[in-house]
């Protein structure tokens, strides 16, 4: 659920002089309307083409009847481009032919509290609400993460649709001297009878009206866009290549980099050989600093190829990471206290003197793998630096590049590109960093791309983690106590220092935390209802980099869960979905899904040979199971169908829903089979996507998705089908072949 935003009286608020509204340089540049709905401390800085009316933050609308819809989330094929415009156009009544989107600019105005408190929950988590609200704003944390896009923005967005429409009507209703109230709109038009005017006709004259105290928000089914599977947005120029990525960005004398960076850990860089480089046709100049070296030419195959025949030596470090270590350290990390992140009732009583069932899981490095790898271009001139780049935290990359600058971020403009994929990577601002000092050193504009390995070996990876799980069932096979101890590093804690390590408010709250991070066991919490429990965390130091990967620690933690819900299953002789369904009482919303899921899939009680398995999960508001159809073929895994059955509340686009969650079903699956690497003194040991076992077109399941009417609060979608994937695989594989497997990926633990 959305953070609530505080009520404005919106009719005592100082009707500003039109003249005074004017932006972007020149009376036909447009006019600011809907003033009252946006802070008074903040104001819109959204511009406008010559014919375009502004409407606050939000939205913009054209003599010709045209509207642009500003996003400020990072669209990296989840659909925000089409969503959240989807809930103004269905407020405002357009016509969805004419609606538009364009990225929105830096503004305190669009800042995500939501996200904040989700993805620095250990640093801001625990604050009040409405200082969450505040310090978000405050520090201009415009953030794309958690699935919180529509979560936090669609009070905002329908405010937003309904104030412009309202506006729309009151300048019809002065035309045809009549009340407002009895105006409607649809397709575009001001409809009162048999009269009609478009919005585009009626958006100058609306600047001269003002809002009423209360806005309505529109009521009744008809005309409605909100619900329906309207065409995406960005789908067009994506099919026929006119979208612009990072690195389709081409600017006047233009050169192009590449970049080496140095192992995992405490190093520097201490040796390369500049004539070699200089040698390969195109190489222009070598930039180094301690911890990279970067090769400037005039194509970025040969700066490449200028890198790695300059064969950069980095100094080893002392802390020597290989995949041994990281094992150790998840072990080593059990024998401390751990801390207590969950509890209820009496669990030391429950389990005294019983007889516990105990089961110990592993997950391992997982990779972002993006197909877009990190790529920026950046211009410098006049003391101005522009940024191209996608990213979902365009505040904290305008930071990082003015620190590496050594500028003011005033100075610093970002123009934020579509992303090629992300999965929670491109929170992270070193490219930013990195660009931003080539462009100031060589006074040219850069364009500088990660190799493939490179993006790979400087990753900031799902954190490898273990789960010691205990439970205690009674005589009737009852769960009545359940312990999950869990081994993984303090990401949360990390990734506040690393993104927001100069917030004195971040500094203070980590400075006073203690010990054990919620963000790292996240979801660890079973949905089911057991009387005593206890979830403990226990902080592992394994030497690797880790960051927000898509789900977070909730892929792993329903992998512990959802697999050991099985095996109890199977101690207690018990069907593994009447097992858990006996245990759903209070939240019948993800009963239902797992009961449809069977119910679609054809659940045979997951008896010995069906190759059947079942998973369920909740989070961000939202509930799903999957069922699972899976076997061996020889050494790797086959999964040939999967069901998912998903409750996510009120559905924007039914149709990006279903590909959420197909794609985030496809997501788990590559998690659960591949995509992780291992480490050798300190470097990642996979190069190449074909290294990750990567499912392909050959390879996918069947999929089927039913998406269950509901009329609760939207959820989140786009990583609600990750977490749920590989315990439902793991299970269906211990039903086709009797053997349970407790490490991810699946099978990497046979030699």
């Known amino acids: ?115 904040a408190a989700s993805l620095f929950e250990l640093a801001l988590g625990s604050l009040p609400q409405q200082l969450q609200r505040t310090h978000a704003a405050r520090t201009g944390l415009m953030l794309t993460g958690c699935s919180t896009s529509i979560r936090n923005f669609e009070g905002q967005l329908r405010e937003a649709g309904a104030a412009a429409r309202v506006l729309l009507c009151k300048a019809a209703a002065a035309r045809w001297n009549t009340d407002w109230q009895s105006c409607g709109t649809a397709g575009g038009f001001v409809i009162h009878g ?76 201490v040796k390369l050989d500049r004539d070699a480089a200089n040698k390969v046709p195109g190489m222009l100049t070598v930039i180094t600093t301690r911890q990279w070296v970067a090769a400037v030419a005039e194509t970025w195959w040969a700066a490449e190829r200028a890198i790695d ?29 751990g801390a207590r992140i969950a509890d209820a009732g009496d669990l030391l009583t429950d389990f005294k003197g019983a007889k516990l069932v105990q089961a110990e899981y592993r997950v391992g490095l997982a990779l972002h793998a993006p197909l877009e790898p990190m790529t920026c271009t950046a211009s410098y001139a006049d003391g101005r630096l522009t940024l191209w780049l996608p990213t979902q935290a365009p505040g904290l990359a305008r930071a990082a590049a003015a620190r590496a600058a050594g500028i003011s971020e005033a100075s ?18 070193e490219v930013a960093a990195q660009a931003a000092l080539l462009a100031v050193k060589i006074r040219r504009p850069v364009q500088l791309t990660w190799p493939r390995g490179e993006d790979f070996r400087h990753d900031r990876y799902r954190p490898a983690a273990a789960g010691r799980l205990s439970a205690k069932l009674d005589g009737k096979g009852r769960v009545t106590g359940w ?91 018990q069907d593994a979905l009447t097992f858990r369904m006996a245990m759903l009482g209070n939240e019948p919303r993800l009963a239902r899904c797992l009961q449809m899921a069977a119910q679609i899939g054809g659940w045979q009680g997951g008896q010995p040979g069906s190759g059947q398995g079942i998973a369920c999960h909740m989070f961000r508001g939202s509930y799903i199971a999957v069922m699972a159809e899976a076997r061996l073929v020889g050494r790797q895994v086959k999964v040939e169908r999967l069901v998912a059955a998903v409750d996510c509340g009120r559905v924007v686009n039914p149709d990006i829903v279903k590909q959420q969650i197909e794609g985030g079903l496809i997501f788990g699956m590559a998690a659960a089979i591949g995509a992780s690497t291992g480490f050798t ?25 039913e998406i269950i009417a509901s009329g609760g609060d939207p959820g989140g979608v786009s990583e609600l089908a990750v977490p749920p994937v590989a315990p439902a ?14 490490r991810l990926p699946l099978l990497s633990d046979i030699e």
Not at 81 to 104: H, S
Not at 309 to 335: C, H, Q
Not at 693 to 705: E, F, G, S, W
């Open 1 to 115: 659920m959305a953070l609530d935003l505080p009520k404005l009286d919106l009719s005592k608020l100082k009707k500003p002089d039109r003249r005074t509204l004017l932006i972007g340089g020149g009376v036909g540049a447009g006019l600011v309307v809907a003033w009252g709905l946006w802070p008074r401390t903040y104001l819109p800085n959204l511009t406008a083409a010559p014919g375009e009316s502004l409407f606050g933050a939000w939205l913009k609308i054209g003599t010709d009847g045209h509207i642009v819809v500003a996003v400020p989330q990072c669209e990296e094929g989840q659909g925000v481009f089409t969503a959240m415009p989807q809930i103004i156009a269905d407020e405002l009544g357009a016509d969805w032919k004419m609606v538009g989107v364009e990225p929105a600019p830096l503004n305190p105005l669009y800042a995500n509290p939501l996200a």
């Open 194 to 269: 048999n009269q009609k005017l478009g919005f585009g006709e009626l958006a100058g004259e609306a600047a001269d009206e003002s809002l009423p105290s209360d806005v309505p928000l529109r009521s009744g089914e008809t005309n409605r866009l909100y619900g329906q599977s309207l065409p995406r947005l960005d789908a067009p120029a994506k099919v026929d290549g006119s979208v612009n990525y990072a690195a389709d960005i081409r600017l006047p004398n233009m050169v192009f980099a590449s970049i080496r960076q140095g192992p995992t850990g405490e190093t520097e860089l």
């Open 309 to 337: 025949a300059m064969r950069p030596r980095f100094k080893t470090p002392e802390a020597v990471v290989n995949s041994d270590t990281i094992e150790t350290a998840l072990s080593t990390a059990f024998d401390g206290e």
């Open 412 to 429: 610093v403009f970002i123009h934020a590109t579509m992303a090629g994929g992300s999965f929670g990577a491109k929170l992270e601002h």
């Open 483 to 573: 312990l999950a101890k869990i081994a993984a590093p303090e990401t949360g804690r990390e990734l506040a220092k690393r993104l927001l390590g100069g917030d004195a408010i971040v500094t203070a709250s980590l400075g006073i935390s203690g010990t054990g991070d919620p963000s790292a066991i996240a979801g660890a919490t079973p949905p089911y209802a057991i009387p005593n429990l206890g979830v403990d965390h226990h902080p592992a130091a394994i030497g690797v980099p880790t960051g927000y990967w898509r789900s977070g620690a909730h892929s792993y933690t329903a992998f512990f869960t959802e697999s050991f819900i099985d095996e109890l299953a199977h101690v207690a002789e």
């Open 681 to 705: 003194e300190n470097v990642a040991e996979v190069r190449e996507l074909t290294e990750l076992n990567l499912p392909t077109l050959a390879t996918c399941p069947d999929i089927t998705v």
């Open 729 to 742: 695989i793991a299970n269906a594989l211990q039903a086709a072949s009797g053997v349970r497997f407790r």
